[in-house]
């Protein structure tokens, strides 16, 4: 649908004030009307970042950790839980954040300054969580903005799992590979989504696309099969039945009530830790909320696309471990194994190969998150950069057409009588930023073994992004609720159902697993040093010594840059926003970072006001 024409006249004219001789403003053009992300393409982003490793790794490190298989179950179920809990959090901060000042519709003249009245509208903007911190943590903005960009520029990457890409591709192969051929695989997964979104940003979607569909229909088959063996059927190795040894040394169900909840652990850490894999598990309802501005409609479609991504998959995990329950035993096997998906093959098909294509099935998942979260990841980078917080921000935050847009323009030009549509953008800038940190990780954790590197990147990162960046959100959604009261409420984009109820789950969850990872596990748990490699402590301080590092760079962004150079930093973000299907939305936006003469407080750097269009983020009373 083209745009009104005095909205195509304000498009115009930023263009071409952007592109002056001369002009230091940085032109980042918006996914156009038909390139921007269905319903369809939202859940397929949630379904693929969601099914990696962790629905086929986690039910036994969660079995064993839990020592019961009731327990094991129960925790299982609150995962879903405190997912659809997180998901309307972030619905409502999603859909409410930023709000832009537009025109009101009675106005007469509503696209010049000063004419009409305006009314606050929100806008969705990429960025997830960046938005919402910058929102509520807000004095100063540019603190919030250096401590996670810290923290997301580098960890926000998937370089731990590339690394278990590598292990699986070699345990799929049926050779023990060397630590460099393992490294090399994960560098090669890793170097290929960051190339692919750069060179055709439609062909990672469709990939992305693609990739999800087979996930679940790989766990939908493991379902089925797991029921029917639990009904008496046979694929090859004669009938197979899940049982638990009783007190009195007879094995019985699984499922059986007397004895599903003998033996429970009594270690918190245990728990904790197991909680967090459950979670992992269910963390990619977060994806698409990185690329809202790429989203078509995203107040009509969103919340329905999200919800039911949300769970559809929470009903797949639980089903998937109850049919693993119905073929695998809980015995030392089961305890002295990686991961249950793996016995589950072999018991079931009784052959060496079935466990090498249960390897492939879990490399191939893992495969998936790495295309997914190069996608959303380079996005947010390219977010943070839009603050001019990084060195050479403006060329980190800039877009660039595609080469393959710019092949197809070149050998396939559009008819003249067809309205010609912006070629696609890709934020090869930041998937470059991402990709050097992705080498960065891996190169950090070369002096240990893969299965070593595996658990140090993954914990890191799980406790920093997944645990202490989602507290502060969530605890900030609590502030603005019952801190700012109606004005909050009164504004919101979405409104979840029970009112407060899912962001108290959603914090207690996260301030739990905050807590409890200081607690230190006992000696026979499996999230001791013996059985993981690392001391307890080494993961909380990390996250929290990021945490520092944050508020050092913005210490050394703030005040000692500005003291070196006696200068401070203006940083303009002048934001188009047009009506798109009766919805407001960003079209482009223009950026300007430049140095100018200290004239205010020694070391205080200062935002500068648009001149240029009257539509900028409002701010927080």
């Not at 540019?142 to 401590?147: D, E, G, I, N, W």
């Amino acid at each position: 649908m083209p745009l009104e024409d005095d909205d195509k006249q304000r498009v115009d004219e930023a263009i071409a004030k952007a592109g002056i001789d001369g002009s230091t403003k940085l032109l980042v053009l918006n996914a156009s009307e038909s390139h921007k992300l269905g319903p369809v393409t939202v859940i397929c982003m949630i379904l693929n970042r969601t099914v990696g490793s962790g629905i086929y790794v986690s039910p036994a490190i969660v079995l064993k950790s839990t020592g019961s298989v009731g327990a094991s179950l129960l925790l299982w179920s609150v995962g879903p839980v405190v997912a659809i809990s997180a998901l309307l959090c972030w619905l409502e901060l999603g859909l409410s954040i930023p709000k832009f000042g537009v025109p009101d519709a009675d106005s007469t003249e509503p696209h010049h300054e000063g004419e009409g009245q305006i009314k606050l509208e929100n806008v969705p903007r990429s960025g997830g969580e960046k938005n919402y911190l910058e929102y509520v943590f807000k004095s100063p903005k540019v603190r919030t903005t250096c401590m996670y960009g810290v923290i997301y520029v580098t960890l926000g990457n998937l370089s731990g799992n590339a690394i278990a890409f590598g292990l699986y591709v070699m345990d799929a192969a049926g050779v023990a590979g060397s630590a460099s051929a393992i490294r090399g695989l994960a560098i090669t997964s890793l170097t290929f989504a960051c190339i692919l979104h750069a060179l055709w940003r439609k062909g990672g979607i469709v990939l992305n696309n693609l990739l999800a569909f087979i996930k679940v229909s790989m766990l939908i088959a493991i379902i089925v099969i797991g029921f029917a063996v639990s009904a008496g059927a046979s694929f090859g190795n004669g009938p197979v039945h899940g049982m638990t040894i009783d007190p009195n040394n007879i094995p019985v169900s699984n499922f059986d009530t007397h004895t599903s909840f003998l033996h429970p652990s009594h270690d918190v850490a245990n728990y904790a830790n197991s909680l967090l894999f459950i979670m992992c598990s269910f963390s990619g309802y977060e994806q698409p909320f990185y690329v809202m501005s790429e989203i078509y409609r995203p107040k009509k479609t969103f919340a329905r696309s999200t919800i039911a991504a949300v769970v559809f998959i929470a009903i797949l995990n639980v089903l998937v471990n109850i049919s693993f329950l119905c073929a695998v035993s809980v015995n030392a096997q089961l305890y002295d194994s990686l991961d249950m998906a793996t016995l589950f093959f072999r018991d079931i098909f009784g052959n060496d190969l079935a466990e090498r294509v249960m390897s492939g099935i879990i490399a191939f998942s893992i495969f998936g998150n790495i295309v997914v979260m190069t996608f959303t990841a380079s996005r947010v980078k390219q977010e943070i950069a839009k603050e001019g917080v990084l060195p050479f921000s403006l060329f980190f935050a800039s877009s660039s057409t595609t080469p393959y847009a710019y092949l197809k323009e070149r050998f396939f030009p559009q008819p003249p009588e067809y309205q010609r549509t912006p070629p696609e953008q890709s934020p090869a800038a930041a998937l470059f930023l991402h990709w050097i940190f992705c080498m960065l990780m891996v190169a950090a954790t070369s002096s240990t073994t893969p299965d070593l590197a595996y658990t140090v990147l993954v914990s890191i990162y799980s406790y920093v992004v997944l645990i202490l960046v989602r507290f502060f959100v969530a605890t900030g959604l609590l502030y603005l609720r019952y801190g700012e009261g109606k004005s909050w409420l009164s504004s919101r984009g979405f409104k979840p159902w029970g009112g407060p109820t899912a962001a108290l789950i959603y914090s207690s969850a996260f301030g739990f697993l905050l807590i409890a990872f200081l607690i230190p596990p006992a000696a026979g748990s499996p999230f001791s040093n013996k059985s993981r490699g690392i001391d307890w402590y080494i993961v909380p301080c990390t996250g929290l010594g990021f945490l520092a590092l944050g508020y050092v760079y913005y210490l050394y962004f703030q005040y000692l840059i500005p003291r070196i150079r006696k200068e401070v930093l203006v940083v303009e973000r002048q934001a188009v926003i047009v009506k798109e299907k009766g919805d407001w939305v960003q079209a482009l936006e223009v950026v300007e970072a430049t140095w100018v003469a200290n004239s205010g407080p020694a070391g205080v750097a200062e935002r500068g006001d648009s001149k240029v269009m009257q539509f900028e983020p409002a701010e927080r009373s």
